[in-house]
């Protein structure tokens, strides 16, 4: 890793290229995703063989730049979305192992430019997971966004009605 540029360089044998071209962007978005959850990694770049990888060998996914949160993570595209004209926003459902151990999953989607990026993750988060990639919904869809705030010192807060829980109940914290 070069600490001063905080980028993590992973270097593969040309055995890496033993791999579907439909997984390429999986791959991508695992490793990014995996580093990156390093608070001393911003940014990936991928070698092979002592060479940086300008693309992906298999299927030719672009590396021109350095890899980071903006790669997005499991893509979520419908037929109307213009990437030009669109900013990502991650949004995490939930899922369940066979035994009952639940995890979340993260999910980008895109929303149209000049969004407010916080709005708008709420609003995808209450549109739910697609029907059929086995994730659930992290609230309910009655769930209505109130408005965001956010503070000079940089805090955000997000009101929404959500009919999951009882009126005026309160939830201890940890």
Request: charge should be negative.
């Amino acid at each position: 890793m070069k600490s001063d540029e905080k980028l993590a360089v992973v270097e593969f044998s040309k055995e890496f290229a033993n791999y579907p071209a439909a997984d390429e962007r999986k791959i991508v978005e695992a490793l990014t995703w995996t580093l990156i959850d390093n608070p001393e990694i911003e940014n990936v770049q991928l070698w092979m063989d002592g060479a940086k990888l300008n693309e992906m060998p298999v299927g030719g996914m672009p590396l021109d730049r350095p890899l980071n949160r903006s790669l997005g993570i499991n893509l979520q595209l419908d037929n109307e979305t213009n990437l030009s004209q669109s900013n990502p926003v991650t949004v995490f459902f939930s899922a369940a192992t066979e035994d009952g151990t639940a995890y979340f999953v993260p999910v980008t989607r895109f929303v149209p430019y000049g969004s407010d990026l916080v709005a708008a993750a709420v609003d995808e988060l209450i549109k739910g997971p697609m029907k059929g990639d086995g994730l659930e919904n992290a609230v309910t869809q009655n769930t209505v966004l109130d408005g965001v705030e956010r503070s000079d010192n940089g805090v955000v807060t997000v009101s929404i009605e959500d009919d999951m829980f009882d009126p005026g109940r309160s939830f201890p914290r940890k």
